[in-house]
């Protein structure tokens, strides 16, 4: 088997805590989270404690300053015990991001150590009813008023948007410059004319709180621009191979998980007496879904690599989300079906892994945008000529 050497024995320490702080703070509860809709802010506080939040964040801002490895060990150890619930992964991988990337030093000092500390929850708010994976068709609207902009619209499919402090919200302040008019600003929640929506039933994913999110007459201070005045649209692109990096961080998880749960189960499972995992087909089922983990794993390492080296290109990245996120949602599939009758049943881990995996061909671009981008590349120059 091939052997992960991204991690050093640092990283394998940190991920032993990490491991013991889900097997204790998140396990135990998860089921219940589940019924509720949302995960309560106690354990936010527990994981900026147990310095589980923002791990990149450097020192000046209240964070650790390490490297991103520590994130991705995070991001694993959630998804290997299955905890869906916990959106640590978007208030880590993208709104801080977001803020140490572009923000100046006043909105840092202000939220960084709160967002590292887990009392400020942080959320991203760009889709909207009418504008998904084409982000410059938005309409919420930011006008300048004085030195102000007044913000009106509404947000939809937002994770932590029920217990978000912090919101990176992209708005149009020019409407008739497409992308050009695209601006982001960090909105303070507690401000008048915020309002939350409903939380969202969905069909997996069921501790993750996720909303509507409107804005009437949101007055907000031009410093709380992020970035400049229409810039917003080139700072997403520069953000989206992380975030669709992250999504295969997940899928590669995930998969290599669902395959060993499987071969647990169909080695102790009888029927026609002999195991379940004796039936050549089942051999052949998990062989072909092992293979194919190795090289999508392989592959996440190699761009988790290239990203922390700053190599990391749109294409690279698009690629690697179809491949593994294509996987991802088949794995589970597959393996369901080796469990039977017991893998449609919601006390089994397995079924929730696949109600919770559909979402993944659609988060952070849906594959059908990652095969765009990729075959753009491919015919660069190439489509559209007139002979």
């Known amino acids: 088997m091939i052997e992960r050497n991204l991690f050093t024995p640092e990283h394998e320490?940190?991920?032993?805590?990490?491991?013991?702080?889900?097997?204790?703070?998140?396990?135990?509860?998860?089921d219940q989270w589940e019924k509720d809709g949302i995960v309560p802010?106690?354990?936010?506080?527990?994981?900026?404690?147990?310095?589980?939040?923002?791990?990149?964040?450097?020192?000046?801002y209240g964070g650790l300053g390490l490297d991103y490895l520590f994130d991705v060990v995070v991001f694993e150890e959630l998804w290997r015990v299955g905890a869906s619930g916990p959106g640590f992964l978007i208030h880590t991988d993208l709104v801080a991001t977001y803020i140490l990337s572009f923000g100046t030093e006043e909105q840092k000092r202000h939220w960084l150590p709160k967002m590292v500390k887990g009392e400020a929850i942080g959320s991203l708010g760009m889709t909207e009813p009418h504008a998904g994976s084409d982000l410059k068709a938005i309409r919420t609207r930011a006008?300048?008023?004085?030195?102000?902009?007044?913000?009106?619209?509404?947000?939809?499919?937002?994770?932590?948007?029920?217990?978000?402090?912090?919101?990176?919200?992209?708005?149009?302040?020019?409407?008739?410059?497409?992308?050009?008019?695209?601006?982001?600003?960090?909105?303070?929640?507690?401000?008048?004319?915020?309002?939350?929506?409903?939380?969202?039933?969905?069909?997996g994913m069921k501790a993750q709180d996720t909303s509507e999110l409107f804005f009437d007459n949101l007055r907000l201070p031009a410093s709380a621009m992020l970035g400049g005045e229409g810039q917003g649209f080139a700072l997403m692109m520069t953000k989206l191979p992380q975030e669709r990096l992250a999504q295969a961080v997940r899928s590669a998880t995930v998969t290599e998980t669902v395959i060993d749960w499987t071969v647990e189960y169909t080695s102790e499972r009888r029927a026609f007496d002999q195991s379940i995992a004796d039936f050549q087909n089942t051999q052949f089922v998990l062989a072909d879904l092992k293979a194919r983990a190795v090289t999508a794993r392989v592959f996440t390492d190699k761009c988790i690599e290239l990203f922390m080296a700053g190599k990391?290109?749109?294409?690279?990245?698009?690629?690697?989300?179809?491949v593994t996120t294509d996987l991802h949602c088949e794995a589970v599939d597959k393996?369901?079906?080796?469990?039977?009758?017991?893998?449609y049943m919601w006390e089994y881990p397995i079924a929730r892994a696949y109600a919770d995996?559909?979402?993944?061909?659609?988060?952070?671009?849906?594959?059908?945008?990652?095969?765009?981008?990729?075959?753009r590349e491919m015919f660069k120059g190439r489509l559209g000529r007139k002979k």
């Open 13 to 30: 320490m940190w991920r032993d805590t990490v491991r013991r702080f889900m097997e204790k703070e998140v396990v135990p509860f998860h």
């Open 357 to 375: 995996a559909r979402i993944v061909r659609i988060a952070g671009g849906s594959t059908e945008v990652m095969k765009t981008i990729i075959s």
């Open 312 to 322: 990391l290109d749109p294409v690279d990245a698009a690629m690697l989300k179809m």
């Open 143 to 203: 006008q300048r008023d004085g030195e102000d902009f007044v913000v009106n619209g509404q947000k939809v499919f937002i994770s932590n948007g029920q217990m978000c402090d912090v919101l990176v919200l992209a708005t149009k302040t020019d409407s008739a410059a497409g992308a050009k008019g695209v601006t982001l600003f960090l909105v303070d929640t507690s401000l008048p004319g915020f309002k939350r929506g409903k939380n969202l039933e969905k069909l």
């Open 41 to 60: 802010r106690e354990l936010w506080l527990k994981a900026g404690e147990a310095g589980l939040l923002c791990c990149t964040v450097p020192e000046e």
């Open 335 to 343: 393996c369901l079906q080796l469990f039977g009758g017991w893998g």
